[in-house]
């Protein structure tokens, strides 16, 4: 094993240069091995065999943001925007109980229709309709005024990728409207108001480098989210990023097992994006030491619309409605979808 990876082991707190040299060990094996037989372990310490489930609800793809590696963009004119209705979003919460699921992730595009005040109210109807459920949204960069309102109307978790941590980088993926500072205020910003916040980053995006990865570990060990998610980049098709090729599932891989032992009770989810380019990611990346699933709980109707990237899986096991086959593959790999609300151990 290459020395770096038995000095991260023994203690996780490296500098950005020394992430970076960790990760060019992801092309041998020994280390590799090493690594992923101690981020199991310590998933195991932490979270046993339980595999925790969120029913995610992409409710919107309309958003005023141009990411240059997303999909629904503002700029991609082809995209069919649509938004859910509260009824429809509560319907999703009622399928998604009544499935098993007991916590829900409100997803969106930056979408003005949704204001604060809007957004609270169906955050209240879901606080009041499910007490034992964790609220989880994802609706990008707010302010802290809004994050508060959105907190005290019942939300627990919050999910904002920082997508990369190096400035540079953060330039070539978004124009210049946005901004990595701004991003990362957000997430403390999350973090200050009580939420179990999530951080993370695309695997392989356009101009990535493994410098780039080391800023996004030592990064994330700056900011100790609760939750962490990434998964590989994936072209999409109307996305001046088309031709580029997509992230390696085997570095995605590696680097959820290198973010089990950096933050060892993190709540890391199988992304995907990992099982969209890999049939049996969700599984792979759970024996690489993470340990929660996202099954797609949007109305049928509107889910191929939320495409992010090309060819995005969301049905059979990636299906809210496929939990119980879902069920059946993690348990034939040893594993047992939970049926609480899943938060992170303390
Ligand atoms: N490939 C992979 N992941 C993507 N995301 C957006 N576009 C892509 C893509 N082309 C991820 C971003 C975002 C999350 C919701 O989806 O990291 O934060």
Redesign the pocket.
């Known amino acids: 094993m290459k020395a770096i990876a038995e000095k991260f082991m023994n203690d996780p707190a490296l500098t950005a240069e020394e992430y970076a040299e960790l990760i060019r060990c992801a092309d041998d094996s020994e280390t590799v091995q090493a690594l992923t037989k101690e981020a199991v372990r310590l998933r195991n310490i932490y979270y046993g065999n339980q595999v925790y489930t969120r029913g995610l609800i992409e409710f919107t793809n309309y958003c005023r943001n141009d990411c240059y590696?997303?999909?629904i963009r503002r700029g991609n004119l082809h995209a069919r925007r649509y938004r859910l209705s509260k009824e429809e979003i509560l319907q999703c919460c009622e399928d998604g109980y009544a499935l098993g699921f007991r916590t829900f992730v409100l997803?969106g595009g930056e979408d003005g229709w949704f204001t604060d005040k809007r957004m609270a109210d169906i955050i209240r109807a879901i606080r009041a309709t499910y007490p034992d459920c964790a609220i989880t949204l994802s609706i990008g960069e707010r302010s802290y005024e809004s994050y508060r309102l959105f907190r005290e109307a019942g939300a627990d978790r919050y999910l904002l990728?920082h997508?990369t941590a190096d400035e540079e980088h953060y330039g070539k993926l978004h124009p210049q409207s946005m901004s990595l500072a701004v991003r990362k205020m957000c997430l403390y910003d999350l973090k200050l108001l009580g939420y179990q916040a999530g951080a993370?980053f695309?695997v392989g995006s356009p101009g990535q480098t493994v410098e780039c990865l080391g800023k996004d570990l030592a990064f994330l060990k700056e900011l100790q989210p609760h939750m962490v998610g990434i998964?590989?980049?994936?072209?999409?098709h109307e996305t001046r990023f088309a031709k580029e090729p997509a992230g390696s599932v085997e570095l995605t891989l590696f680097l959820l097992s290198v973010i089990r032992i950096l933050l060892p009770k993190v709540l890391l989810p199988a992304t995907t994006?990992l099982g969209t380019l890999d049939q049996e990611g969700r599984i792979r990346g759970l024996a690489a030491g993470a340990n929660v699933v996202m099954p797609n709980l949007s109305p049928l109707k509107n889910r191929k619309q939320y495409d992010?990237?090309d060819n995005k899986i969301s049905m059979d096991e990636e299906a809210a409605e496929g939990r119980a086959k879902l069920a059946e593959q993690v348990e034939r790999a040893g594993y047992h979808l939970a049926d609480d609300r899943g938060d992170a151990v303390q």
């Open positions: 590696y997303c999909g997803q990728r997508e993370g695309m998964g590989p980049f994936i072209p999409h994006a992010l990237y």
